[in-house]
């Protein structure tokens, strides 16, 4: 098919060039293909066929096809809007079908582009009266008459009026599936791929890992929390499981032969678990089989293929860099398709549909088959649990299945999830006999000189793991604990001391995160000193010896107590150490951290053994709706779940969204010293990416490099210390802020110009 000429009249796509009739095969193809793949899907199969045959039939009019042949540069009146004028209404009814069915089709095909336009329905009706002409030379086998009515069936279809949940009930879901699923069709056959990857492959790769660990362990098999998720694949499932129990595992066994969304919160976390189910899992068709989504996707990706673990060579590609370019081009389009069987992803890539933005649709509608697993729910900001419940509340409206693994549940969460509907099973909890911690409860701040000098002393060639809530106590801490450590053993490197924390460019951030994850892995025999923040909370398969932290909540609390002694049992009689600030507050807590959750967290805490299902109760007791009805968190789910729901579907675009759900408080920016450091490479990879010279994977290089530069701060802290801005492209800033940078310590605001923001790390974490 690919090596016919297109018909020049009739248009459709310039790059490749395909004619209508071309492209609309193409969507056939993948029509085919998704029902083959999910044909127990709840859609009206033969009314989406017709969807994908309807709906550019609207680019055969005179404006879009001198556009296209670059006559003219407006493509005119949508084509969408255009194409409802072949729509035969009666060629349906004589199927069968009814006023809503009808109605939806008219939807999918007129927005299956969203624009915003002004027109009026005459302006419309006159020009489908011109495409007559046109008309009588197409031909195209599929279309099942030669209708075309300049009339817009207002029975049907008024312009500007679109289905609402409220007051059309079935309607907006069979019209969600119906656009959302010709969106997938017509975004793959545009982009030349697969709308789904054939899924199934987990089933078969877990059987091979499990009998993998049989050659070194006879005995091994699944334990109970994964035989529990084998057994209730078909359910909507909520799980507690202490750190170490093989959440993972458990969750791939539940996806079984299902499409898969895998949603954790830290992006840290996210590559690991990717990395791990692409080397251990996936096999040789990783690209095939599993993606990663996040904001560094690209980045990631890019290292991969020129690491050369999984790149694939040709040896009938003439130019192997084309073919590899092709390659990662290929595996980014899928990813960014949902194309893939299994997405390891933040939530903030997938539940932004909860909005109910223009063009939502085709999220759900791919999460209407999907099984999303949602780990570590306890990391999410009130906003973020708020936008998971009325997530899960679609989803499972629709058809797909959750499952929420996680070490640590809030009771107040269940409560709010029952309130929305929610059905499922649960909560059931797991542990096993090993008791890895006991707490030391010290009524202090963690950076006093005597705080310090215990660390120093407990370091003794073991490893050790100091969290603070905020960047600016990390700092603290870190520098105190430099100092005490280089005048007691006169080495003034301290090399075996590092520091992590958001501030730090990516670039480094990245490499620091390789180096925790090296020294805290399981087996290590090295030792060290780590002081962190809470990006280390979650999901980081790393095992230290001893654990120095601030008291946020019991949440966090015991989140950071899972990266010690992780693997092991409990061989001291404390090992985690937790301050709880005395007579002062602990960092953040009353800006990020909840004043009377710290208070709560803070009165259940006592010295000693804390075992498995201690914690549970703690938890339980802590977190219930009761205790926290009167706290700002309470009050932030609940009123971010109102106010959602009070927003009017098609009411926002993707763009207003992705600000709003991701809370975007955040730019990424470049410290002036490292600007000045780099600024030759800077205006290098700027005209790379500008140049019209460069391949796409020259320039996703060129852009990866200058994120590498980049620190992420809050927003109104980049807008008013910014001395450097340059806009790149479209969503892409180059902005460079009054702040030093140092390798060591990271980003610092202390000396700049804007005597407000010289505490700025005090709002970091």
Excluded at 25 to 41: H, I, Q
Excluded at 55 to 63: E, I, P, W
Excluded at 382 to 403: E, H, N, S, V
Aim: charged letters at 30%.
């Amino acid at each position: 098919m690919d090596n016919k000429a297109a018909d020049e009249r009739f248009i459709a796509k310039t790059t490749p060039r395909k004619d209508i009739q071309w492209h609309t095969d193409d969507l056939l193809d993948n029509f085919k293909l998704l029902k083959e793949l999910y044909p127990n899907l709840k859609i009206d199969w033969e009314l989406l066929r017709l969807a994908c045959i309807y709906h550019d039939l609207g680019k055969m009019n005179d404006t879009f096809q001198q556009c296209v042949h670059g006559k003219v540069k407006s493509t005119g009146i949508p084509h969408g809007f255009l194409s409802l004028g072949f729509i035969d209404v009666e060629y349906l009814e004589e199927l069968g079908y009814e006023e809503k069915d009808i109605r939806a089709l008219f939807q999918a095909v007129a927005y299956h582009h969203e624009r915003d336009v002004y027109l009026e329905e005459d302006e419309i009706s006159r020009e489908i009266v011109r495409l007559a002409g046109v008309f009588k030379n197409f031909e195209y086998r599929p279309l099942p008459s030669r209708h075309l009515d300049a009339r817009l069936y207002k029975s049907f279809f008024r312009l500007g009026t679109r289905p609402y949940e409220s007051r059309d009930g079935e309607y907006f879901f069979k019209t969600i599936m119906l656009k959302g699923l010709l969106n997938r069709i017509d975004y793959a056959a545009s982009a030349g791929i697969d709308v789904e990857k054939p899924a199934g492959f987990l089933p078969e790769a877990m059987e091979i890992l499990l009998n993998g660990w049989k050659k070194d362990n006879p005995g091994a098999g699944w334990n109970e929390l994964q035989k529990y998720m084998l057994e209730n694949r078909n359910e909507n499932v909520v799980v507690v499981a202490q750190t170490g129990m093989g959440k993972t595992e458990a969750g791939l066994l539940w996806l079984g032969d299902s499409k898969g969304f895998f949603t954790l919160p830290l992006k840290s976390a996210i590559n690991a678990i990717y990395k791990r189910i692409a080397e251990n899992i996936a096999g040789k068709d990783m690209e095939n089989r599993v993606a990663l989504l996040h904001s560094d996707t690209l980045k990631v990706y890019t290292e991969q293929e020129e690491s050369n673990k999984y790149k694939k060579k040709s040896s009938e590609a003439d130019d192997i860099r084309e073919y590899e370019s092709a390659e990662l081009e290929g595996y980014y389009t899928r990813t960014r398709q949902l194309s893939l069987p299994l997405t390891i992803c933040t939530l903030d890539q997938i539940f932004d549909f909860v909005y109910r933005y223009k063009g939502f649709e085709l999220k759900l509608a791919t999460l209407s088959y999907s099984k999303v697993i949602v780990d570590e729910i306890q990391m999410y900001s009130p906003d973020l649990i708020a936008y998971l419940i009325l997530g899960l509340k679609y989803i499972t409206r629709m058809g797909g299945r959750f499952a929420i693994l996680t070490a640590t549940l809030p009771g107040v969460i269940l409560d709010l999830m029952k309130d929305e509907g929610i059905c499922f099973k649960g909560p059931e909890t797991f542990t096993n006999w090993l008791v890895r911690h006991s707490i030391m409860k010290i009524d202090s701040q963690i950076d006093e000189d005597s705080s310090i000098a215990e660390m120093a002393r407990a370091y003794n060639k073991n490893k050790l793991l100091i969290i603070c809530n905020t960047v600016r106590k990390a700092k603290i801490v870190y520098n105190k604990l430099k100092a005490v450590l280089q005048k007691e053993t006169g080495d003034e490197s301290v090399e075996y001391l590092q520091l992590l924390h958001s501030g730090f460019i990516r670039e480094e951030r990245s490499k620091k995160e390789d180096r925790i994850m090296e020294l805290g892995k399981k087996g290590s025999t090295g030792c060290g000193i780590w002081v962190t923040t809470q990006l280390v909370e979650a999901s980081l398969d790393i095992d230290f010896d001893l654990l120095y932290t601030e008291l946020s909540d019991l949440n966090g609390l015991f989140q950071r107590m899972g990266r010690c002694c992780r693997h092991r049992k409990l061989d001291k009689e404390y090992n985690c150490f937790v301050f709880t600030g005395g007579n002062k507050k602990c960092s953040g807590v009353g800006s990020f951290i909840d004043e009377k959750i710290h208070q709560l967290s803070k009165e259940a805490l006592y010295n000693g053994v804390l075992n498995e299902t201690a914690k549970a109760e703690m938890i339980k007791e802590t977190y219930s709706t009761e205790k926290l009805k009167d706290t700002g968190y309470y009050s932030d789910i609940k009123s971010t779940i109102q106010y959602v729901k009070d927003i009017s579907s098609y009411e926002m675009d993707k763009g207003d969204v992705n600000k709003v759900f991701r809370d975007i408080d955040q730019v990424s920016v470049i410290p002036l010293s490292v600007y000045k450091e780099h600024e030759e490479d800077i205006g290098y990879n700027i005209g790379i990416i500008k140049s019209r010279e460069y391949s796409k994977k020259e320039k996703v290089k060129a852009r990866e490099a200058l994120r590498d530069l980049m620190v992420p701060v809050q927003r109104r802290l980049a807008e008013e210390t910014k001395v450097i801005f340059k806009k790149i492209s479209n969503g892409f800033d180059i902005i460079a802020v009054d702040a030093e940078y140092s390798i060591e310590t990271g980003i610092s605001f202390e000396k700049t110009g804007k005597e407000e923001f010289r505490n700025a790390e005090s709002r970091m974490f």
